[in-house]
């Protein structure tokens, strides 16, 4: 079985920018978390996201968004970005029964 | 609201010491609990899990984690540190159903040959 995997990697903008993060949760998995980590404010949860309707979210500003697709593959947006924006962004798919969270490697952003 | 303190931002043992990471945390209702491991450059992977029953937790690579509700603790403990186990390590709380996951700030365990 395939795990998460997120696209792309790494990538690299300026500020102002706007960024799209992909996430391809495990197959049968309807529930897709993200996550920010910084070296300063550690893990932080940004939204989580459930049969295409966001379930939860955490504080962050408006500037970041997500969806989620029928299949459920999960985008986040960033628009209008900002050097503290840089940081390593996790995404996590759910069991079915909801009590267990896979990781993807992550999608690493630096804005210059 | 939940919270997560993990004691030690580093911590150093020595290959083959016993390792003992230590946990609270603050939930208004009985919590998930969870180990996290993160390698560098790499996402978090689950070392152990606390929903429900009993509570020492068995996890991977020998670890092994004790919910104590008393003393609000889920410290992460091994008997015998190995090389491969230096990672950062961060324990997690849910409230049931699992849906929002608050980590702590993490620890940094260095093990000395």
């Known amino acids: 079985k395939a795990g998460v995997t997120q696209t792309p990697r790494y990538l690299i903008k300026t500020r102002g920018q706007q960024v799209t993060l992909s996430c391809s949760p495990i197959?049968?998995?309807?529930?897709v978390s993200w996550y920010q980590q910084t070296p300063g404010q550690g893990l932080q949860f940004l939204f989580e996201?459930?049969?295409?309707?966001?379930?939860n979210k955490g504080n962050f500003p408006g500037r970041f968004s997500g969806r989620q697709f029928s299949n459920s593959r999960s985008e986040m947006n960033v628009s209008t970005l900002e050097l503290g924006d840089s940081a390593l962004y996790l995404c996590?798919?759910?069991?079915?029964?909801?009590?267990?969270?896979?990781f993807g490697p992550g999608t690493r952003l630096t804005v210059l | 609201a939940q919270s997560v303190t993990q004691l030690g931002s580093h911590v150093s043992v020595s290959e083959g010491a016993l390792v003992l990471l230590r946990c609270n945390y603050s939930?208004?209702?009985?919590?998930?609990l969870f180990w996290y491991v993160q390698y560098p450059n790499q996402g978090l992977q689950l070392l152990l899990k606390?929903?429900?029953?009993?509570?020492l937790v068995k996890g991977i690579n020998g670890f092994e984690a004790e919910f104590k509700k008393s003393e609000t603790s889920f410290h992460l403990t091994k008997p015998s540190a190995h090389m491969s186990d230096a990672a950062e390590y961060f324990c997690?709380?849910?409230?049931?159903?699992?849906?929002?996951?608050?980590f702590g700030p993490g620890t940094s365990l260095s093990v000395i040959p």
């Open positions: 939930s208004s209702v009985p919590p998930y």
């Open positions: 997690a709380v849910s409230d049931p159903p699992y849906d929002k996951v608050i």
């Open positions: 197959s049968g998995h309807r529930s």
């Open positions: 996201y459930f049969s295409e309707t966001q379930r």
């Open positions: 606390y929903t429900t029953g009993a509570t």
């Open positions: 996590a798919s759910s069991s079915p029964l909801g009590n267990e969270q896979f």
